[in-house]
């Protein structure tokens, strides 16, 4: 006797699966469906065949309630019933079933397999080597821990000790050098700084005397040091403002003052009150002069930078869009402008030429660190550095022309430091105005950041300085908060 599965059907002579009991017929799937749909499925017992396993799901039609979807409707992409045939999808063609379900299946198990047998490896490979890398960066940032441990322990040594770790540590790098320190005075700003722990100082000091000129002398400053006969050389009473939150210089030896509601008032060298000016501005450095002339003030209430041409228009150079403006610079070298701007918790400077095109935006470091937090003023130095008092940093920043960070000063003279009015000198000195309520000071320090003087103190009357300017005759300029006097000193350094 033949085995089952090497029937074939009655009908088609393809391989037959089923049988039907009643008729001793052998079928295949489709006509298997054709023989029930002329014959009731109750009259007819139809079994499957040994050796043929149905595939199909045993998934009945949810529209003809007992019927088996055996077909797959190749147009409608749907599985059918028998009834469905010829109610809905007739001239259709069909295929079966089981054998799309068969096809999905092998197509599943196929990517199951290949996930298995080449995805998974690759990824447990990687991960591997992941986590290779991940202990290779463990060990070296504890090996850089015990380097910092190393150099932090350093700095408790005595300053010939410290010299020879310095020594010992730049011994194989011949970029570096430390440089020969030959004078008394020298010796002994080196003692300063260590005792202070003022190391970055301490570096843009050596750097300062390894690049010194051959044959020159290194003038060595002098830390803290009050000249005792600085004296009022003029003092004008500023009338409408009540006190003296910023400076600007002009050309011809006047000065535009302002108070923190911003009113601004144009004075003589005498105390003569020439031009009168109401801004929005507040207790910021908001306002410069060109080398024109021209004022110009950032408006904060409306977002933008105007100008008061020597006409007397006013006439709106920038908007600075969601940016709030604080602090303005026309630079003396081009008449670019430069802003200080915050928004929100963000602080940023942007350089625009002198028409307001924007050049570029200067928010971060470059280790993407935020720069500043509350740019209140700022000056350009002789050397192009961009100057800039942050008062939520505690810090004068100084940025080279391109906006790259030099270096960041935080006070010099071993008190409380809350930078206010900045100015540069004809020598590219930097002068500020320290507010810090128990340590008032104009502190001087040199293009690259050392501390040299405190030109004046709370000896000389200083309370809360505010404002401060050097003008182009090399006279100071310096006012005070809840006072409307401003005091002109002549300074030799």
Known sequence: ????????????RKQARFLCQDCDY??????KIRHLKYRSADEHSIVQLKGHRDETIDERCQVHKGKFMELFCKKCLLPVCSTCV?????????????DIYVTAVEFIKEKISKIRKELLPKCAATLQELQKKERTVETQIQRLNETVNEYENSLN?????????????????????????????EKMKLQKLYRTSHLDQYIRFTNAVQNRPPNSTYSSPRPGRLDDSTVVNNEITVPVVKSAHHISCTEDGHVWVSDNLGTLVLMDIRGNSLKKLTTSGGDEGFHSVTTKGELIYSDKANKCVRKVTTNNEVQTVLKTGFWKPTCVFSSPKNMDI????????????GRFDRKG??????HTDSRGEALLKYPLYLTENKNSDICISDVNKHAVVVLDKMGQHRF???GGDNGGFWPHGISTDDQGHILICNSYYSNPSVQMIDENGVFLY????????????????????????????????????????
């Not at 006797?1 to 088609?12: H, P, V, W």
């Not at 000790?161 to 440089?179: G, H, K, M, Q, V």
């Not at 095109?357 to 200067?362: C, E, Q, S």
């Not at 809360?464 to 002549?490: A, F, S, T």
């Open 408 to 410: 960041s000063y935080k």
């Open 26 to 31: 052998y079928l295949c799937r489709l006509c």
């Open 357 to 362: 095109n924007p050049l570029f935006d200067i």
């Open 86 to 98: 010829t109610e809905n999808h007739n001239g259709h063609i069909f295929g079966s079933f089981s």
């Open 454 to 493: 405190v030109i004046l103190a709370q000896k000389h009357g200083l309370r809360k300085p505010r404002g401060l300017c050097v003008d182009n005759q090399q006279r100071l300029w310096v006012g005070q908060w809840h006072e409307n006097k401003v005091c002109v000193y002549k300074i030799t350094v």
């Open 157 to 185: 040594d005595n300053p010939t000790e410290l010299i020879s770790f310095y020594r010992a540590c730049t011994a194989d790098d011949e970029n570096i050098s430390l440089p020969d320190i030959q004078t008394p005075k």
């Open 1 to 12: 006797m033949e085995r089952d599965e090497e029937k074939l059907c009655r009908s088609c």
């Open 338 to 349: 430069f802003v200080g701007m915050v928004s929100d918790q963000n602080a940023k400077i």
